[in-house]
């Protein structure tokens, strides 16, 4: 079935520090890419997407592109802030089927 | 913008016990899910609902009930609480399954089974 893997927690960087959360998916047919973030005690969100291969997802400095030969997703931030800690969480929508989620990489940023 | 609303948000439950999760969205979505997220397994799908008058199980489905009142709302209930669900629950709300659709959270409930 449809999973998706990324890479596992904790990730622990200084203010302004470049940011990588690698993401890989397996999937029948042509799924959508998602990143959500989740900050303490509050739901997900929908931080960015992608519906198809070599787009390119953008929001709030953080950008993830859709790879299909390497059936990537990788999440990148040039400049990390203490407002980016929080939980990020892959996920891919393929077909009929629901949202299937990575199990989250909880990121803290230091000052 | 409510979004969707859940309730409660906090609630502990002794063994046996049952309870019921409300979940209602104001967006005229077709589709609602109940996840759970636990510590080092990111949010399995319990049971979700595609449209009004179906449900199908997801991932994790033993130990739960839904009920898909109309299309606002979907409700997931506990029939006899166990410490295995002890969890952070999760409703949530589409406009279709269909790839490119965006699903929205509520802000999660947090239920502990004594």
């Known amino acids: 079935g449809d999973s998706v893997t990324q890479m596992e927690g904790p990730v622990t960087l200084s203010e302004e520090a470049f940011l990588t959360i690698n993401c890989t998916y397996t999937?029948?047919?042509?799924?959508?890419l998602f990143w959500y973030v989740q900050y303490p005690g509050e739901g997900l969100q929908l931080l960015l997407k992608a519906t198809k291969a070599d787009d390119k997802g953008s929001n709030k400095g953080f950008e993830a592109t859709y790879r299909k030969e390497t059936t990537s997703f990788h999440l990148e931030k040039g400049s990390v802030q203490v407002s980016d800690s929080a939980v990020y969480f892959c996920?891919?929508?393929?077909?009929?089927?629901?949202?299937?989620f990575g199990k989250g990489t909880r990121l803290s940023v230091i000052a | 913008n409510a979004g969707v609303t859940q309730t409660p948000k906090f609630q502990v439950l002794k063994t046996g016990q049952s309870m019921t999760l409300q979940c209602a969205q104001d967006?005229?979505?077709?589709?609602m899910y109940w996840y759970r997220q636990d510590p080092g397994m990111g949010l399995r799908l319990i049971y979700y609902?595609?449209?009004?008058?179906?449900?199908d199980k997801g991932e994790v489905p033993n130990g739960y009930n839904v009920s898909r009142l109309n299309k606002r709302e979907f409700s997931l209930r506990l029939e006899s609480a166990a410490p295995s669900q002890t969890s952070v629950y999760f409703c949530?709300?589409?406009?279709?399954?269909?790839?490119?659709?965006?699903?929205?959270f509520g802000e999660g409930s947090w239920l502990t089974v004594v």
């Open positions: 967006m005229n979505h077709n589709s």
């Open positions: 999937a029948t047919g042509y799924p959508s």
């Open positions: 996920a891919l929508l393929s077909g009929n089927t629901p949202l299937v």
């Open positions: 609902s595609a449209s009004e008058g179906t449900t």
């Open positions: 949530a709300s589409s406009d279709a399954t269909s790839s490119g659709n965006t699903i929205y």
